[in-house]
Structures are given as C-alpha cells and as structure tokens.
C-alpha cells in the first residue's frame, strides 16, 4: 500500500529522493570533500596530486561528467516533436556553432583560443544558474512564495560568486590555455576581484537577512537549500585555491544535475505507467533505470572520445585540439539547451519535479 503523498510529512514532500540523500549530493558531498582538500594541504601544502588520483577522475568523468551532458541531449534529441518544441536552441544555435567551430579547423591559432574562452566565460554562470534553479524548485516544494523579491535575494550571493570565478579564473588561477590551446587575456585590474568579494558579501548578508525574515512569517527556507547556496559560495570562493578540490567541481555540478534529471525520469515514466517502483529510491533497481543511464555513458563517449578521435583519424585536426574544441562547443551548447529544456514554467516539467499539491 503506497502512502499518499498529501498525508507525508512535509519533509517527505519537499525531498525527491531523501532528505540526506538530496542534502548529501547536492551540496553535503561538496562540503565534506572541500574539508578534506583543506586538512590535505595543511598536512601536507606542497604534496602534489597523486597519479591514481588523477585516473579516479578521469574515471568520474566517464561515469558522472560525460553523462551529465548526454542527459540533456537525450531530453532535448529523443523526439521530433521535442525538437520542435525549442527550434532555435536545438536547430539554429548549434548550427551556428557548429559553423564557428568549423572554421577553428581552418584558422586554429586565430580562433581556437577565442572558442575555448567562451565556454570559461560563460560555465560559471551556468553553474550559479543551476544552482540557483534547483534551489527555487526545493522552495517551491516547500510551499514558499517565491516572487521577485525573493528570487533577488536568493540570487545575489549565488550569481556574484559566479562573477568573482571569472575574474578570478584569470588572476587567481591564471588559466591562460586549455589543452594546449593559448586562450586570450583579459587582464583585469586586481581591484575587480576585490569589488566581486565585496559584492558576494554583500550577497550573503541579503541572503541571510532574507531567510531571517522568510521564518518570520513562517515561510522557513529548506535546508537542502542552504546547503546548495554555501556549496556553491566554496565552489567559486574560497575552493578555488586548492588544486584538487577545483579539479573536483565539475564532476560535483555534473552530480546536482543528474539528481534532477534521474528523478525527473522516473516521474515521467512513473506517469506514464511504465515503472513498477513507488519511490524515486526504488528507481535505482529497475531495468529502466540502468538501461537509461547505460545509454547515457555511451553516448558522453562517443561525443567526448570518439568525435575527437575520429577528428584525429582524418587528420582535421590533433586529438589535443579536436577535443579542447569537441568540449567547448558541448558545453557552449549544453548551457543553451539547459536554459530552454528546464524552464520551470515549462508545464510538463512543473509536473514532474513538482509533488502533488505543491506550488509551481
């Protein structure tokens, strides 16, 4: 006998798989990881990273990175019908890109490093948009009016730590090349960095005051969200002084996502009649599940391994540059696509990660 959902406890209602399980992947793990990275390098401040540890995430990115984007694909790509649902972003955009990414072939020193900048100008603010979305689904579930207001003050300390990575990336990190491809430089002053500091306080002390007052009137802010929020002020802040821990980041956001989209999956087919399993935690033993996910590998693969080795194969290009191309031109993309397929206004997505008499 299955439990309906309007007499759960309202935790049960707001979590999508577990109250631990979402706090842990979306934000818990990060922490717990960043925390590790610190007693490291104060144990040890100039060990270098291990090669095994190298290879577990080359592995992670097999198993959870490449997939990440495969899923996004998969959603927008499974039917014509979907297709048309989002044409620019589906069809003319990538066309476009693909066009640009062609002419990297033709002109590599010319272009090659303006392609590769792009997709480091823009991921920050695709993870803070990630971010900042899962967390105005989770208030939303919790019944929280989310309104203009409220998304201001939850987004400030998200999106101004997005814009301290992309200075920083530069002055802090300095990433001047990505796989060998000499990327521009945009030399800003060290004092932006300071301002952008400034303005993600500025951000965390509007946040807070903000939850302060959505107690007071007895619209309390889940948990899972400030776990979400802090994850990702560690992600874009102090977290990018550890080698490690950054070299981990991605892999973390690529985690947040397929949470989302794995439970959107089985609301969907749940919906539809095709699962046997009553929860979302059931989901994970079924044949649909694995057969999904299996597809899902296969696929980031094919696109991050094969294209680049078939680009080496017929001599367009080094198997160095066709991927550090391969991978910009997915990213750029996969941004687009995201904020199109995701909208949370977007009625068959309301349904699906919103319960059964919540607010959407």
Known sequence: MTVSNAILPKREKIAMFSQLGDIFVLGGFSIFLYGVCVAVDRASPFLTIHPNVVQAVIVCTWLINYPHYTATYHRAYRSMGEVKRHPIVAIWLPAIMLALLAATFVFPSALGGWYCKAYFLTVAYHYAGQSYGISLIFCRRAGIDVNKFFRVCLGL????????????????????????????????????????????????VVYIAMTVYQRSISEKVPLVVHIIVLAQLIWFTVGMRLELFLLLVPTLHCLQYLLITTYVRFREESG???????SANQFF?????????????????????????????????????GNAIVYSFVNLHHFLLDGEIWKLRKNDIGKAIAPSGSTL
């Open 157 to 204: 300390p998200i999106y101004s730590s997005a814009i301290l990575y992309i200075i920083g990336d530069e002055l802090m990190v300095h990433r001047n090349s990505f796989l060998g491809i000499e990327m521009p430089m945009f030399h800003y002053p060290f004092w932006s960095y300071l301002l952008a500091y400034f303005g993600v306080a500025i951000g965390c």
């Open 272 to 278: 539809e009649g095709k699962l046997s399993a009553k």
């Open 285 to 321: 033993k079924t044949g649909q599940f694995w057969k999904y996910y299996g597809l899902l590998i296969t696929g980031g693969l094919l696109l991050f391994i094969g294209i680049p080795y078939l680009i080496s194969f017929l001599k367009l290009a080094t198997f160095q540059f």
